[in-house]
């Protein structure tokens, strides 16, 4: 058992290692450059992905009743601009590997920063890339197909997934930083193949 | 919310956690990687405003965590495309800070744990966060981090005294070597 002394020892040993212990505060003008580039450079802010109802494709319906309904859902999920596939990246450094990863639940995957979340089935592997065709959207717009580039993990302790041809996958996406960029894939269990448990979740957090 | 509002809010957030998600990004990365990442955070910041919580700094820790990664990402490919090219290139990957402080039985310490524990114990100790803080970055409850910290901390000074011999006797050799 330690004591709060010894924590306390730790913590002044640590604190004397901090590598930007010297570093001064930006000045006041600098701070306000900061802030007028960010609102300039876009000046109409995103709003956050409506947590809209989920949006299922109508897949499997047949008949006049079927090809309307799938029409109809074609014209509610995706708009004009989704129609080449979205581009997703995933991540070889998730920040955490997954012996940390912390157990997922409903709460924590609604209050994550995500910006989407969609189920999809693998129809393509082709080198670096898998293309998954959208099969129902809980928040975003993923738009119908989406092509994720593949990285070769570096760890053994990796949280990422395989994606494989003919299975289906609930996924989450965060902010990718830069605007051009393809946006990042949400690791740590909160991303991977479409089990009950994942699914239930995903129901619970979005439903 | 009108443009005025929206602005004076984001000046607000923006004040509360620069300095810290400055120190965050610039012990983990090169001083031009920390500078580019801090402005992509900041840009995330405005256009997902309304997603902002009351108490922002883990929020944008998360942030500045994904933008930092994906710097990160983008600097390997670019090191791997160079090395496609034949050309004879920097490193592929961003350069770390120095961070022993001049303590080698700690950076040696530190160099051992496990990641994810070196990373919570930097967050705890350098980042001076809060376990309720800690918990929103890590995505954990509270009562977790602190079972987390309490282990962590453990093991640190485990690898602390492992490295403070390993120290000793290469000290007791090279004086022997003499």
């Known amino acids: 058992m330690t004591t709060p002394d010894e924590d306390d020892d730790l913590l002044s040993r640590l604190r004397a290692a901090d590598p930007v212990r010297d570093l001064e505060a930006l000045p006041d003008d600098r701070i306000l ?29 047949t008949g006049a009743t079927g090809l309307a ?4 859902a074609a014209v509610a999920v995706f708009s004009p601009t989704t129609a080449s596939a979205t581009r997703l990246v995933m991540p070889d450094d998730p920040g955490l590997a997954a012996g940390s990863c912390p157990a997922l639940d409903a709460e924590q995957l609604k209050s994550s920063p995500l910006t989407m979340a969609f189920s999809g089935r693998v129809t393509a592997v082709q080198g670096s890339e898998a293309t998954l065709e959208v099969t129902e959207v809980f928040t975003g717009d993923p738009g119908r197909q989406v092509v994720v580039e593949r990285t070769t993990a570096e760890s053994g302790d990796y949280s990422g997934f395989d994606l494989v041809q003919g299975q289906d996958y609930l996924i989450s996406t965060v902010e990718a930083g830069q605007p ?26 979005f439903g | 919310m009108p443009d005025l ?45 309304d997603d902002v919580p009351a108490e922002p700094l883990p929020w944008v820790y998360v ?11 983008a600097a390997r490919r670019q ?9 004879t290139a920097g490193p592929s990957t961003v350069p770390g800070p120095d961070s022993d ?33 800690l918990a929103g970055v890590l995505g954990v409850s509270e009562n977790a981090v602190n079972i987390r910290l309490h282990r962590a901390r453990g093991r640190l000074r485990d690898e602390l005294r492992k490295c403070a011999e390993l120290a000793g006797h290469d000290r007791g050799e090279r004086r022997t070597d003499r």
């Open chain 2, 5 to 49: 509002d929206r602005r004076t809010r984001y000046e607000g957030v923006v004040r509360q956690v620069i300095e810290p998600v400055r120190r965050y990004l610039a012990r983990r990365t090169d001083a031009t990687t920390a500078e580019d990442v801090l402005a992509d955070t900041l840009l995330v910041c405005w256009r997902r405003l």
């Open chain 1, 69 to 72: 309904a799938v029409a109809f």
């Open chain 2, 101 to 133: 402080g001049g303590d080698p039985v700690l950076a040696c310490a530190l160099a051992n744990l496990r990641p994810a524990d070196a990373e919570l114990l930097r967050l705890w100790a350098w980042d001076e966060l809060t376990p309720g803080e």
């Open chain 2, 63 to 73: 942030v500045a965590r994904n933008c930092l990664a994906n710097a990160e990402r």
């Open chain 1, 180 to 205: 051009d960029a393809a946006a990042e894939i949400a690791l740590c269990g909160v991303s991977g193949p479409a089990s009950s448990e994942l699914r239930a979740i995903y129901e619970a957090a």
């Open chain 2, 79 to 87: 090191g791997r495309l160079v090395r496609k090219l034949g050309a």
């Open chain 1, 33 to 61: 450059r900061m802030i007028n580039a960010a609102t300039a450079s876009n000046p109409q802010p995103a709003s956050s992905p409506a947590r809209s109802p989920r949006r299922p494709l109508l897949i499997g319906l």
